[in-house]
């Protein structure tokens, strides 16, 4: 049973921090998919849409329409990917970049306000319980 209660706590604060999240990034005109993608890329060379979907998690269906966008938009450029002829390697455009030079450090201050109710000691209570889940093996 306290198990199914952290689970539920654990999605209810998820979906509570990306609703919070995802509110700032629609101001932007942009989805989190394309937030994601951008942020990504900033102050990055270019990669492969390989190196781009693992990165984000983003399966390959949905980046090649997300980036399709990113290029309509002007955010986004693609270059001949010198090691394989065969493929190319996306990076941000002028525009982009500076876009993600404005919007990265203000979604973070939005973040930052919302958390800025904690006390640091919340703060690394909070890091120090979930520090080591990304460690865990499931073991049923």
């Not at 937030?35 to 980046?63: A, R």
Request: aromatic residues 10%.
């Amino acid at each position: 049973m306290t198990f199914k209660l952290l689970m539920k706590e654990l999605v209810s604060t998820y979906q509570a921090f990306e609703h919070y999240s995802n509110t700032h990034i629609k101001e932007k005109g942009l989805t989190m998919t394309q937030f994601d993608i951008l942020v990504t890329l900033g102050n990055q060379p270019p990669m492969t849409c390989k190196e781009l979907g693992e990165k984000t998690l983003v399966s390959k269906g949905t980046l090649t329409g997300v980036l399709e966008r990113l290029q309509g938009k002007g955010l986004i450029e693609k270059f001949t990917n010198e090691e394989d002829g065969r493929s190319y390697q996306i990076g941000l455009s002028e525009a982009g970049n500076v876009l993600f030079q404005t919007i990265f450090p203000e979604h973070m201050l939005y973040l930052e306000r919302a958390f800025g109710k904690l006390s640091q000691k919340d703060i690394n209570q909070t890091v120090s319980a979930f520090s080591p889940v990304g460690s865990l093996v499931y073991a049923p």
